[in-house]
Nanobody, 122 residues
Framework: QVQLVESGGGLVQAGDSLRLSCVAS??????MGWFRQAPGKEREFVAA????????YYTDSVKGRFTISRDNAKTTVYLQMNTLKPEDTAVYYC?????????????????WGQGTRVTVSS
């Protein structure tokens, strides 16, 4: 059974940091990504990373503040979030996919976690 389990969310103040983790079990994924969904909005791409970790991708609004990384031995992907802003408030989802498709699109991922909530107060 394939599972992706996120952790690390919480309530923080603007300017604080959080690190999200996602542990994959049941299979390995060439591409792993983080998406988020704010209340009343569609799920959107945040960051993604390929197997070797040498290729990373970010949406413009998080560049310079968020860092995605992965530990393949632990089948874990991380999202280090610094200088958090209230507009980062959302449920954050981890996703795994085979690669070979547009890495910033929801449809490029086959498996999803249940999400972890991040709330940033002003």
């Amino acid at each position: 059974q394939v599972q992706l389990v996120e952790s690390g969310g919480g309530l923080v103040q603007a300017g604080d940091s959080l690190r999200l983790s996602c542990v994959a079990s049941g299979r390995t994924f060439y591409a792993m990504g983080w998406f988020r969904q704010a209340p009343g909005k569609e799920r959107e791409f945040v960051a993604a990373i390929t197997w070797s970790g040498s290729n990373t991708y970010y949406t413009d609004s998080v560049k310079g503040r968020f860092t995605i990384s992965r530990d393949n031995a632990k089948t874990t992907v991380y999202l280090q979030m610094n200088t958090l802003k209230p507009e980062d408030t959302a449920v954050y989802y981890c996703a795994g996919g085979p690669g070979g498709r547009s890495i910033n699109l929801l449809g490029s991922y086959d498996y999803w976690g249940q999400g972890t909530r991040v709330t940033v107060s002003s």
